[in-house]
Structures are given as structure tokens and as C-alpha cells.
Nanobody
């Protein structure tokens, strides 16, 4: 089993920044990829960004140039740096981890609200 604990969400004004953290614990050795998804009210959950154990990243078009995903393997933590936030980024952000065998784990989610 793998446990994922997210932190860093909150309320920010348009144009502001937030950094989300996702700390993984447990049997993390089989984890191949970690990422962030988000779900806004009335919408489907969507991929925001992910990063493989080798550091290869994938970003949704809507966040390219504004968000950055990174990882610190010494802390078993993945980060999502979010800049130039706008109200359309408002959502619950979920951390995700998956093995090559497609076993998937989810965090509890953290709310990000962009509003003036």
C-alpha cells in the first residue's frame, strides 16, 4: 500500500501562486509515475501534470508555461508549482501515484480557490 498526503492548497488572488506538495509513504518502490489531477464542480477529473521516476514530465495544455511539476526523491515528495493562477484553476487537486502494473493510489485532495 502507498499513502499520499497533499498539502499547500488554499485561497489565492488571480495572478497569484501556490505550491502543492504530495508526500508518499509505504511501499513506494513499485511507483513509476506520480502526478496531479484536478476536479472542478460539475466537471470530470482531469490530468494537470505528471512525472515519471526518471523525471519525464507531461503537462496539460491549459497549464503549460504556468505550472511546473517536480520531485524530490530524498523526501519521496512531488511538487506542483502553480503561477499566474486564474479562476478557471479553481478545483480540488488530487495527488496520484501509479505502478507499471497500473495499480493506482489517490490522495485525499486539497482545495485550490482562485478568487478576488
Amino acid at each position: 500500500q502507498v499513502q499520499l498526503v497533499e498539502s499547500g492548497g488554499g485561497l489565492v488572488q488571480p495572478g497569484g501562486s501556490l505550491r502543492l506538495s504530495c508526500a508518499a509513504s509505504g511501499n513506494i518502490f513499485p511507483i513509476y509515475i506520480m502526478g496531479w489531477y484536478r476536479q472542478a464542480p460539475g466537471k470530470q477529473r482531469e490530468l494537470v501534470a505528471d512525472i515519471t521516476r526518471y523525471g519525464r514530465t507531461n503537462m496539460a495544455d491549459s497549464v503549460k508555461g504556468r505550472f511546473t511539476i517536480s520531485r524530490d526523491d530524498t523526501k519521496n515528495t512531488v511538487y506542483l508549482q502553480m503561477n499566474s493562477l486564474n479562476p478557471e484553476d479553481t478545483a480540488v487537486y488530487y495527488c496520484n501515484a501509479a505502478t507499471l502494473g497500473e495499480v493506482t493510489y489517490w490522495g485525499q485532495g486539497t482545495q485550490v480557490t482562485v478568487s478576488s
